[in-house]
C-alpha cells in the first residue's frame, strides 16, 4: 500500500528571495495556510493544483519534498539535548 504524499498549503501572492546560510542555494520565503508559519521552498516549486478556502484566500498545493530544508545538502543535524547541553537528558 503507498501512502499519500505530504502535502502543504501555500498562501498565493509575493514571496520574499533569499539564499541559503549553509548551501549558497536560492530560495524563496513563503507562508503556509491556515496557520501563517514561514516556511523556505526551493525556486520556483512544482504545484499540485490551486484552491480557494470559505473566505475567498486563494493558495496553492505543493509536495513538501520543495522545502528547501528537505533538499539543502550541507544543512547540520537538528541538534540533540545532549549536545546542546552537554550531559544526560533529564528524565
Do not use: Q
Amino acid at each position: 500500500m503507498a501512502f499519500p504524499e505530504r502535502l502543504l498549503h501555500i498562501l498565493a501572492g509575493p514571496r520574499r528571495s533569499s539564499h541559503c546560510r549553509y548551501c549558497g542555494r536560492p530560495i524563496e520565503w513563503a507562508t503556509t495556510a491556515p496557520r501563517g508559519k514561514v516556511v523556505p521552498l526551493n525556486p520556483n516549486p512544482f504545484v499540485l493544483r490551486y484552491e480557494r478556502n470559505a473566505g475567498g484566500v486563494k493558495f496553492l498545493v505543493i509536495g513538501a519534498d520543495n522545502l528547501h530544508f528537505v533538499t539543502c545538502t550541507k544543512r547540520p543535524a537538528k541538534p540533540t539535548r545532549m549536545r546542546i547541553f552537554g550531559g544526560r537528558p533529564r528524565a
